[in-house]
């Protein structure tokens, strides 16, 4: 894992990822301060099993984060849009409040992409993204996320 440091506030708590699935992509972790339940529900469905893997929370209440970790190993150099530099490592670096992917109560997403070449034409994609609930925070949420992404350190 080239990511060897990120900072972030005590009172978040690291949940593990789900079981791996085939395929390159790979959820290495959460980060929250919400209460986390197992980021995989299985369900009976018409005499099978359906497992469903949406996070470890649901429900982000004024100043929440969940913080995904995730990368892959195989993804195929190109040029990649990157507009900040952490750590030395050229990165895109987003802010939105397209929030796909996040919890209910999400106000702002944050996404981190960096592109790290690793020899014979390959390069590892390694993603951070926070969701959060900004709404009466006072603007906390949002600095603590601000100081974990340029927080991070490669390795």
């Known amino acids: ?4 440091h990120v900072m972030h506030p005590v009172s978040w708590r690291f949940v593990n990822p789900p079981p791996p699935t085939p395929g390159p992509w790979a959820t290495m972790g959460y980060l929250t301060n919400e209460p986390a339940h197992a980021p995989c529900v299985t369900k009976s469905d018409d005499g099978g099993f359906v497992t469903t893997c949406l996070g470890p929370v649901s429900l982000l209440e004024p100043g929440g ?3 995904t970790i995730s990368g892959s190993g195989f993804a195929t150099p190109g040029p990649h ?12 670096l987003q802010t939105t409040t397209h929030l796909a992917g996040c919890p209910s109560g999400t106000t702002r997403r944050e996404t981190v992409e960096a592109f790290i070449p690793y020899g014979h034409g390959r390069e ?3 993603t951070l993204q926070a969701c959060y609930n900004a709404s009466g925070s006072g603007g906390g949420v949002a600095s603590d996320v601000d100081r974990m992404v ?5 390795s």
Not at 150 to 154: A, D, E, P, T, V
């Open 1 to 4: 894992l080239p990511i060897s």
């Open 65 to 67: 984060v969940v913080v």
């Open 81 to 92: 849009p990157t507009n900040a530099s952490i750590d030395g490592q050229r990165v895109d």
């Open 124 to 126: 590892s994609t390694y």
């Open 150 to 154: 340029h927080s991070i350190r490669f």
